[in-house]
């Protein structure tokens, strides 16, 4: 979500949090939608429910994001394991988020 269509500014998040020792450095920040931001939490992986497996989230500093999702029509389209766990902890896919990716086409 864009800052400017959030009803909330963005805010740095760590990726790896402080409560699992991640730093407050460049390397380990994003900035985040509010949002987004409160969902991951402090969470670092979630269970795949396809194949069972604790699978981490998608980190936007070292993984490629077009390798993991899609966008069609508006929804985030999970295309790996960590597309499917980081899609589903963070609720990408509500319906006010889907509706507002479809208004950007």
Known sequence: MREDDSLFPHEPDHIVSLKHRGPTHE???AWA????????????A???????????????????????????NGVIVPLTA??????????????????LRKSYS
């Open 27 to 29: 390397d380990n920040l």
């Open 46 to 72: 979630s269970i795949d429910l396809e194949s069972g497996l604790i699978v981490r989230l998608f980190s936007p500093r070292t993984d490629i994001w077009s390798e993991h999702f899609r966008l069609q």
């Open 82 to 99: 960590i597309g499917r766990v980081t899609e589903y902890l963070l609720r990408l896919n509500l319906p006010e988020s889907v509706e």
């Open 33 to 44: 939608c509010l949002v987004c931001n409160r969902f991951k939490g402090s969470d670092l």
